[in-house]
């Protein structure tokens, strides 16, 4: 439901409340102003509500010298009340004064409402002929001689031109306020919409804020059935795997060949099964920040060199050469040795599955730095603080990454091509897996791909003290 | 509608609503245009400088009815581009009776069905109920080419609970129809809620005529 404030349900049916809040004193003055000064006629301009907004006159020698006398006073005075009071409805009023001038009161009239009027005058018509007797009879002391010297003085005007003025200044006025109220309407629905896409925004936000709460609760439950479920599936397998291996040793009796390959395919699929699992397993405790890491000072030619013989099988098998260098001078990773294998024999392994015939990986180490305590960008000069790093990368001359899927590859599950998962294998894990690892470690992994190129991985790891 | 006892006056908000570009903001402008001028004052309008409009247009007419009451129908645009939103909703509050104006051309169906749901919507978030407000439509558009045919309209008024009109606005034509079909059925509307016939002495046919007199002059300069 919107909010309404006293005065909006006018505003938005679009009525001028006050003359005042559209028609500013200052603007009715200055039209005011100039019409006296063109026409010599004197104007006042009073709101529904009797305030007088401009009141531009010039005092009358006449009037001056009827004010001196008792009588002349009273009747002037009250002449000029009773013409302040006067509301014309529909048309304007012609009021006489004792002295012979007149007074026209015109209504102003703002969408179908009455909202103020204007007094002209006075002013003598110039049909009149001479100054009516009750100008000379309203005070016994009225010397009837300086009565007609001032009365002479006084302004004129046709009544024709009076009212044809009187239509001019009216549509002036009512056009003043038609802008004011054009600006007021404006600006009220101006903040009335800021306000009220405000007020969308907050409800909005408030509603997203609820969604992403359940989605965290339900990443939650994944993470615990993720583990959950590993953890049993572990426990059979085991079994499966022990029980195959005392059959392939003979401990049932002896084997012929073909009961032999198949109990080798049975131990090689369920081997599989268990790496999976224990990824599972990993990516439940990394992101439950539950995994230990057992850190020391790890060579890297020594970790290089165990992975690369590790691989070299595979990289035969796919006509891949595989290429070690490790740069002169490169420290020891401070980080845990099964884990860094870990890493580094998942990203190879990517390696050497996604390059073709005849092409490179290589393995390489040098010395690198790693960025801390600071944001990135803006200021990073002043804030971040640089501490001795090893930069491991994995680099293949194979298909390589598009740009537009580069952000999503440490995604858990995600396949660059839902294709590779059926040539390649894999559940789209060992990435996931990967970034979690360096993470705990403190550290940073980069990846730059060209299609078709070929893609570095760049893993960069603290440094462990020199003395170490 | 908001009723002052004291000067006898009524005044009733009535609401042009329709998808961007579909001819509100001409409607107001015949109907100012095709107004006597006693009936009709300015034609208020806040617009960008792409004669877009930006928060609404609003037209008052002000009729006197033999009762003795005066009548002020506050005529109002609401912005159609979607970004508006809250704008529009404001611009409903409080309206007693609503012309959807939609696009005749077939290309613009779907803008005008989007619009009117977002109609529903901001009437129920004003608090005024879509089953019971007045509401008309009209076709707007009907001198271009590639629009929907006369007779699938007709097929269509046949099925329509809202009081189907046809017009081009821009010349004129069926503007003060639409205008009178939307003053008789809001008026109905009010007067089984309000009891204006015992309240003010105006009986709804007698209101009908007096505003069809008041308007009678500027109906014939439409037709021309």
Redesign the interface.
């Known amino acids: 439901?919107?909010q309404?404030e006293t005065s909006a349900?006018d505003i938005?049916?679009?009525?001028v409340v006050r003359l005042e809040d559209v028609l500013s004193r200052d603007s009715v003055t200055s039209v005011s102003k100039s019409f006296f000064n063109l026409f010599g006629l004197p104007v006042r301009v009073i709101s529904h509500e009797g305030d007088l907004l401009a009141d531009v006159h010039r005092d009358q020698p006449l009037c001056n010298y009827l004010n001196t006398l008792a009588n002349g006073a009273q009747q002037c005075a009250a002449t000029v009340s009773m013409v302040r009071d006067l509301e014309p409805q529909s048309g304007a009023i012609v009021h006489p004064c004792f002295t012979g001038a007149v007074y026209r009161v015109v209504p102003l009239v703002?969408?179908?409402?009455p909202i103020g009027r204007f007094i002209l005058g006075p002013y003598v018509p110039s049909e009149a002929n001479g100054p009516p007797a009750s100008l000379a009879s309203v005070d016994g002391g009225v010397d009837p001689n300086m009565a007609r010297g001032h009365y002479d003085q006084m302004p004129r005007v046709r009544e024709e031109i009076a009212e044809q003025l009187c239509n001019h200044l009216k549509c002036v006025i009512e056009l003043l306020v038609?802008s004011g109220?054009?600006a007021q309407?404006?600006s009220t629905?101006?903040v009335?919409?800021v306000r009220?896409?405000y007020r969308?925004l907050v409800e909005k936000n408030e509603a997203l804020e609820e969604s992403y709460k359940e989605l965290k609760q339900v990443d939650k439950l994944k993470s615990t059935f993720l583990a959950t479920v590993s953890h049993e599936l572990r426990t059979p397998l085991t079994s499966i795997i022990g029980y195959t291996e005392m059959l392939e040793s003979g401990a049932a009796g002896a084997l012929n060949g073909g009961q032999t390959e198949f109990l080798q395919t049975i131990r090689g699929k369920a081997d599989e099964l268990l790496g999976l699992i224990s990824s599972l397993l990993d990516l439940g405790r990394l992101e439950a920040k539950n995994l230990e890491l057992h850190r020391e000072a790890v060579d890297a030619r020594t970790l290089l060199s165990a992975i690369g013989s590790t691989i070299v099988p595979a990289a035969n098998r796919r006509n891949v050469t595989l290429d070690i260098r490790v740069a002169a001078a490169t420290p020891k990773v401070w980080g845990d040795a099964v884990r860094l294998r870990q890493i580094l024999l998942n990203l190879a392994d990517n390696a050497v599955k996604f390059t073709g015939d005849g092409g490179t990986v290589t393995l390489s180490a040098m010395r690198g730095e790693i960025q801390t305590g600071g944001p990135a960008g803006l200021g990073t000069a002043l804030f971040a603080t640089t501490r001795p790093a090893v930069a491991l990368t994995v680099q293949d001359t194979g298909i390589g990454i598009e740009e537009g899927k580069l952000s999503q590859i440490f995604d858990a599950f995600y396949q660059v091509d839902a294709g590779t998962t059926r040539a390649h294998g894999g559940a789209g894990l060992g990435l996931s897996i990967v970034k979690q690892l360096v993470d705990g470690h403190e550290g940073t992994i980069e990846v730059t791909s060209t299609l078709g190129q070929g893609t570095i991985f760049t893993v960069t790891l603290p440094a462990a003290d020199e003395d170490a | 509608m908001?009723v002052d006892f004291a000067?006898k006056?009524l005044?009733v908000?009535l609401v042009y609503y329709g998808p961007a570009l579909s001819g509100k903001t001409s409607n107001l402008r015949a109907i100012h245009w095709l107004g006597t001028s006693n009936a009709c004052?300015?034609l208020?309008t806040?617009e960008t400088q792409n004669d877009r409009t930006?928060?609404?247009d609003?037209l008052?007419i002000?009729l006197d009815s033999q009762s003795g009451l005066?009548i002020?129908l506050?005529l109002?645009t609401v912005p159609g581009q979607v970004m508006?939103?809250?704008?529009r909703?404001?611009?409903l509050?409080?309206a007693d009776g609503v012309a959807f104006i939609a696009d005749s051309q077939r290309s613009e169906a779907d803008a005008n069905r989007e619009s009117f749901l977002n109609l529903k919507k901001n009437l129920e978030?004003?608090?005024i109920d879509p089953e019971r407000i007045p509401i008309i439509i009209q076709f707007n558009k009907r001198d271009l080419d590639d629009i929907r045919t006369d007779d699938e309209l007709a097929a269509i008024a046949k099925q329509s609970r809202e009081t189907i009109f046809k017009a081009v606005a821009t010349r004129g034509y069926g503007v003060m129809q639409t205008l009178t079909g939307l003053i008789r059925e809001t008026w109905t509307k009010l007067e089984d809620e309000h009891g204006l016939e015992e309240k003010f002495g105006i009986s709804p046919l007698r209101f009908m005529n007096e505003v069809e007199s008041q308007l009678k002059h500027d109906l014939r300069r439409a037709e021309r």
Do not use: C, W
């Open positions: 439901m919107i309404d349900g938005l049916m679009g009525d703002y969408q179908g409402r038609f109220h054009r309407l404006a629905m101006q009335a919409s009220e896409n969308e | 908001q000067a006056e005044t908000k004052g300015e208020m806040l930006l928060f609404f609003m008052p002000s005066k002020r506050k109002f508006h939103d809250a704008t909703r404001l611009v509050q409080a978030e004003n608090g």
